[in-house]
């Protein structure tokens, strides 16, 4: 069983940032794609980015240009660096891994992870 932990959430002015970390278990981290996904209040569960075992990374549209995520194998962890943020990016956030590497996956839709961390809650404040 993988365990993933997400911490770095917290209350921003608008405009700022703020950098979100991903521990996953497991001795094969390094062929995980990990992804964020966010959700809002009556809002349902939408993806944010995702970074694939060969470091490929993709983004949704609305945070192309001001999120970055970024991986470090030796440490089991993946970053998401948050910048510029606006009171529409206020959502619980959640890091999902999905555990083996399936090519034909696009890995943006919740049902392509295998687990699943227990959210970090990002304020943005107008």
Do not use: H
Not at 59 to 86: C, E, H, P, W
Request: aromatic residues 14%; glycine residues 10%.
């Amino acid at each position: 069983q993988v365990q993933v932990v997400e911490s770095g959430g917290g209350l921003v002015q608008a405009g700022g940032s703020l950098r979100l970390s991903c521990q996953a278990s497991g001795r094969t981290f390094s062929t995980y794609t990990v992804g964020w996904f966010r959700q809002a209040p009556g809002k349902e569960r939408e993806f944010v980015t995702r970074i694939k075992w060969s470091d490929s990374t993709y983004y949704a549209d609305s945070v192309k240009g001001r999120f970055t995520i970024s991986r470090d194998n030796a440490k089991n962890t993946v970053y998401l660096q948050m910048n510029s943020l606006k009171p529409e990016d206020t959502a619980v956030y959640y890091c999902a891994a999905g555990a083996r590497a399936y090519y034909s996956r696009t890995y943006t839709t919740p049902g392509e992870y295998d687990y699943w961390g227990q959210g970090t809650q990002v304020t943005v404040s107008s």
